[in-house]
């Protein structure tokens, strides 16, 4: 399968610990989306990246968060000290600029539970 | 913030009607696109119109866009009930081809019954 992969598919985890996820995108697709789904909503963007470039970071995305993309190819998303608010799903996206007009493919998501 | 406004926010039809599902926007776009999402899963893209078209069909979906009222319509033809999910409009704000994030809407969740 060459889809976008996200890992892991579900984290649990207490208030205040940290947690890592995971994205693998479409292997030629130079930029890569994080956004992120709370119940009954659309995605929100948070983050994107074009090569290991961080363009663009939403407000959404406080100190407690942050992303890398250091080759160019995955990236991680870092929660620090985690609070309930944080529980959503997490979704990554790639897509190739240039091409199909910012069609961006989706991963399966990451759904985060803080208990 | 969210710019789409979609509507309605829930519709129920059975199998074999035509489903049609409203999004409305604010501010000008380069494309707008409609995705797919099964319950916890992730988004499918389903069609992708741009700003200077005005109509779009892609097999049992058609597409519409006005952008002086800024808003897009999304008709499902002959709903099946493999059709039952949630259907969200996302505008790409930016000029040319250069875009980066997508502005999604709230989604209308969509059940086509047997």
């Known amino acids: 399968d060459t889809g976008v992969s996200q890992d892991p598919r579900h984290k649990i985890t207490k208030r205040g610990q940290n947690v890592t996820f995971r994205c693998d995108p479409i292997s030629e697709h130079n930029r890569l989306y994080w956004y992120r789904q709370t119940l009954g909503q659309g995605p929100e963007f948070l983050t994107y990246f074009q090569n290991e470039a961080q363009l663009e970071k939403s407000r959404l995305l406080s100190d407690r968060f942050s992303a890398e993309r250091p080759k160019g190819s995955f990236s991680t998303l870092e929660i620090q000290r985690t609070e309930q608010g944080d529980s959503a799903m997490y979704l990554c996206a790639s897509s190739l600029v240039g091409l199909r007009y910012n069609e961006q493919f989706f991963g399966p998501g990451t759904r985060l539970t803080v208990l | 913030s969210q710019q789409g406004e979609e509507d309605p926010q829930a519709l129920s039809i059975q199998e074999g009607e035509n489903a049609t599902m409203n999004c409305s926007y604010k501010?000008?776009?380069?494309?707008l696109q409609w995705y797919r999402q099964n319950s916890g899963r992730g988004l499918v893209h389903l069609i992708l119109i741009r700003s200077n078209e005005r109509e779009k069909h892609s097999g049992r979906l058609r597409v519409t866009l006005d952008t002086s009222k800024k808003s897009s319509s999304l008709l499902i033809t002959a709903s099946r009930a493999a059709d039952t999910a949630s259907y969200f409009c996302?505008?790409?704000?930016?000029?040319?081809?250069?875009?980066?994030?997508?502005?999604f809407g709230q989604g209308t969740e969509l059940s086509v019954k047997p």
């Open positions: 501010t000008s776009i380069n494309n």
């Open positions: 996302a505008t790409d704000p930016h000029l040319g081809n250069q875009g980066g994030k997508l502005i």
